[in-house]
């Protein structure tokens, strides 16, 4: 059974802090690790994609990763009230994508 | 472009009726979900169409459920005899193939069962 393993927080930061949210695997042979962003009452929104070892950052955000550990990460520097969501990590291996169940972001003015 | 379109955007039924909800995905996708959210859940996973494979049904709750992906393009979940647990947000996403590409979900389906 392939597992994708999150904190369900809510995780929560006040504004202009960074963000840290977590995301471990149990299948060694996944090859890519996405992270979406669900606001309450909306369908998930890719915002990051994340395929070798190491940092990729677009803009405030960083996804990390880490195969050897089966540990990937999504930093959000300066966060925002905006940025108050679910976040999903998804695994995906050579035939299946197995989502999280989502951590709870709350950011406070 | 135009991204995944699914309709009716909410339906409410009656307990027993059948129900079916559409999903267009993006042009030149050849993979399609279909997923099950509850109120504060997170995603179910109920069937997985890639080009002219056999679909993956695994996630199919029960007989009740089907769905069927004509030329490759739009699909169609169908809910037979509808049940009040079956009142969820239903979500389909394609993408370009199966593994290494993200999905992209649409808007979603609020079905509720009365």
């Known amino acids: 059974q392939k597992e994708v393993e999150q904190n369900s927080g809510p995780l929560s930061v006040p504004e202009g802090a960074i963000a840290s949210l977590n995301c471990t695997y149990s299948?060694?042979?996944?090859?890519?690790f996405f992270w979406y962003r669900q606001y309450s009452g909306k369908s998930p929104e890719l915002i990051m994609s994340i395929y070798s070892n190491g940092d990729k950052e677009d803009g405030r955000f960083t996804a990390q990763l880490n195969k050897a550990s089966q540990y990937v990460s999504l930093l959000i520097r300066d966060s925002q009230p905006s940025d108050s969501a679910t976040y999903l990590c998804?695994?995906?291996?050579?035939?299946?994508?197995?989502f999280g169940k989502g951590t709870m972001l709350l950011v406070s003015p | 472009g135009a991204g995944v379109s699914q309709s009716p955007s909410n339906k409410v039924t009656e307990k027993g009726k059948d129900v079916e909800l559409r999903c267009d995905p993006i042009?030149?996708?050849?993979?399609l979900y279909w997923y099950r959210q509850s109120l504060g859940q997170g995603l179910e996973f109920l069937i997985y169409f890639q080009g002219n494979s056999a679909p993956d049904k695994s996630g199919l709750p029960s007989d009740r459920f089907s769905a069927e992906r004509t030329g490759g393009s739009v699909s169609t979940l169908t809910i037979q005899r509808t049940q009040q647990e079956d009142s969820a947000v239903y979500l389909c996403?394609?993408?370009?193939?199966?593994?290494?590409?993200?999905?992209?979900f649409g808007n979603g389906t609020r079905l509720t069962v009365t």
């Open positions: 996403a394609s993408s370009l193939e199966r593994e290494n590409s993200p999905l992209h």
């Open positions: 998804a695994v995906s291996g050579y035939s299946t994508l197995t």
């Open positions: 299948d060694r042979g996944s090859q890519s």
């Open positions: 042009s030149g996708h050849t993979a």
